[in-house]
């Protein structure tokens, strides 16, 4: 008797890609000093990616590890803004220098463009923060910017960076105002990924919202006190918390755990051109503000009403924004507003991550009471 095989072919299960962590992360006083080996293993043709601040900051540090490994090196700016005229420089710059992989050196947009480049060639890529601002340095994405500095979109990655070399030395010399932007990015973790992702019942998303928790309560307890002793041992496990922890929540958490409105708000005011005189995680942290102000109007919800009290009593005490007119926005116009949250609102925005629905008008009232006492201005559905 003859058996008739199925022909039917089963359904592959799903594949999901994690980008996690750099391959190799180097941290200490004097890490750059004692990277040299890690750094030649990728090539003898580095192309240097930075802002001319940070390129002049870290080239004390850097230059005698380039000489030491006898290293080909060609120093590049990324241009104002992590832009696509500036990537495309930036590409040719590095065909133009036969180069084999990339350092990226500097802040947010200058490792974004760093990071964005490198995959775009196909070469290993080592960032080297000069501040601690934001995470950027640890993840796989990039932010794309327009040449007058507004967000356009964001650009996923292959992979994390292939090594991040964490220099307290050379981060200890950015202005303390770059640590306090960062303390505000990456304490958005948590309230991001608490209202987007607090539900799951996925095992890596789970541990993700659990270490923003962590991070939230690590911030609270010791960003004053590392604030008043730069390079301090507390000073580094901030420094650690806003670079290195903010990025594995990222990572282990993925786009679920990233951003919802707090980063949906700093994208809308970035097109406003008052706006670019602060820093990124400033905008973010007025954003958290505004994103407990939505669920405390929309939902009555009072554990947001207590969460932006208790944000607004720790703003106030290292220095965070917490209304427009401390982002320099005071003047601004009801239409820039308007236009601020139009952007903050549209389809393909994180907003909509909220278990709630938002459009402009009411964003644009919590923008504008992100300081008032609790129970004042409630809007219904």
Same mark, same amino acid.
Not at 201 to 206: D, K, N, R, V
Not at 286 to 315: C, D, H, P, T, W
């Given at each position: 008797?003859?058996?008739?095989?199925?022909?039917?072919?089963?359904?592959?299960?799903?594949?999901?890609?994690?980008?996690?962590?750099?391959?190799?992360?180097?941290?200490?006083?004097?890490?750059?000093?004692?990277?040299?080996?890690?750094?030649a293993?990728?090539?003898?043709?580095?192309?240097?990616?930075?802002?001319?601040?940070?390129?002049?900051?870290a080239?004390?540090?850097?230059?005698?590890?380039?000489?030491?490994?006898?290293?080909?090196?060609?120093?590049?700016?990324?241009?104002?803004?992590?832009?696509?005229?500036?990537?495309?420089?930036?590409?040719?710059?590095?065909?133009?220098?036969?180069?084999?992989?990339?350092?990226?050196?500097?802040?947010?947009?200058?490792?974004?463009?760093?990071?964005?480049?490198?995959?775009?060639?196909?070469?290993?890529?080592?960032?080297?923060?000069?501040?601690?601002?934001?995470?950027a340095?640890?993840?796989?994405?990039?932010?794309i910017?327009?040449?007058?500095?507004?967000?356009?979109?964001?650009?996923?990655?292959?992979?994390?960076?292939? !090594? %991040?070399?964490?220099?307290y &030395?050379? +981060?200890?010399? @950015?202005?303390? #105002? $770059?640590?306090? *932007?960062?303390?505000?990015?990456a304490?958005?973790?948590?309230y991001?990924?608490?209202?987007?992702?607090?539900?799951?019942?996925?095992?890596?998303?789970?541990?993700?919202?659990?270490?923003?928790?962590?991070?939230?309560?690590?911030?609270?307890?010791?960003?004053?006190?590392?604030?008043?002793?730069?390079?301090?041992?507390?000073?580094?496990?901030?420094?650690?918390?806003?670079? !290195? %922890?903010?990025?594995v929540? &990222?990572? +282990?958490?993925? @786009?679920?755990? #990233? $951003?919802?409105? *707090?980063?949906?708000?700093?994208?809308?005011?970035?097109?406003?051109?008052?706006?670019?005189?602060?820093?990124?995680?400033?905008?973010?942290?007025?954003?958290?503000?505004?994103?407990?102000?939505?669920?405390?109007?929309?939902?009555?919800?009072q554990?947001?009403?207590?969460?932006?009290?208790?944000?607004?009593?720790?703003?106030?005490?290292?220095?965070l924004?917490?209304?427009?007119?401390?982002?320099?926005?005071?003047?601004?116009?009801?239409?820039?507003?308007? #236009?601020?949250?139009?952007?903050?609102?549209?389809?393909?925005?994180?907003?909509?991550?909220?278990?709630?629905?938002?459009?402009?008008?009411?964003?644009?009232?919590?923008?504008?009471?992100?300081?008032?006492?609790v129970?004042?201005?409630?809007?219904?559905?």
């Amino acid at each position: 008797m003859t058996q008739t095989q199925s022909t039917k072919t089963a359904t592959a299960p799903a594949i999901y890609s994690l980008t996690i962590a750099p391959a190799c992360v180097l941290r200490g006083r004097s890490a750059i000093a004692q990277a040299g080996d890690a750094i030649a293993r990728f090539g003898k043709r580095p192309l240097i990616v930075g802002g001319s601040n940070s390129l002049a900051a870290a080239q004390p540090y850097l230059q005698p590890i380039l000489e030491q490994q006898q290293l080909q090196s060609a120093e590049t700016q990324y241009g104002n803004d992590c832009s696509e005229r500036g990537l495309e420089t930036l590409r040719e710059a590095a065909q133009t220098h036969q180069a084999d992989f990339i350092i990226g050196v500097g802040g947010g947009k200058a490792l974004d463009a760093a990071k964005l480049v490198a995959h775009q060639c196909k070469i290993p890529i080592a960032t080297i923060p000069t501040s601690a601002a934001t995470c950027a340095a640890w993840t796989a994405l990039s932010n794309i910017y327009s040449e007058q500095g507004a967000f356009q979109y964001d650009v996923t990655l292959a992979r994390c960076p292939d !090594l %991040l070399i964490l220099d307290y &030395g050379l +981060i200890q010399t @950015a202005p303390q #105002r $770059t640590l306090v *932007a960062g303390i505000g990015d990456a304490i958005a973790k948590w309230y991001e990924a608490s209202v987007s992702s607090g539900h799951s019942e996925q095992t890596l998303i789970i541990s993700a919202v659990q270490q923003a928790r962590i991070l939230r309560d690590i911030l609270f307890q010791k960003s004053a006190a590392a604030l008043k002793e730069p390079g301090s041992e507390t000073w580094q496990e901030v420094t650690d918390a806003a670079v !290195l %922890l903010a990025g594995v929540i &990222g990572g +282990i958490g993925g @786009a679920q755990c #990233r $951003t919802v409105a *707090a980063h949906a708000v700093h994208n809308g005011l970035t097109h406003l051109l008052a706006s670019h005189g602060t820093l990124h995680g400033e905008k973010v942290a007025y954003g958290i503000l505004v994103q407990l102000r939505l669920e405390e109007m929309l939902q009555n919800n009072q554990l947001a009403a207590s969460a932006r009290q208790q944000l607004l009593k720790f703003y106030a005490e290292i220095g965070l924004p917490q209304t427009l007119d401390n982002l320099g926005l005071g003047d601004i116009t009801i239409a820039e507003l308007q #236009r601020a949250a139009d952007i903050a609102c549209n389809p393909n925005s994180d907003i909509h991550r909220l278990p709630f629905k938002v459009v402009p008008q009411q964003l644009m009232a919590a923008m504008v009471s992100t300081t008032a006492p609790v129970g004042e201005l409630k809007i219904k559905n």
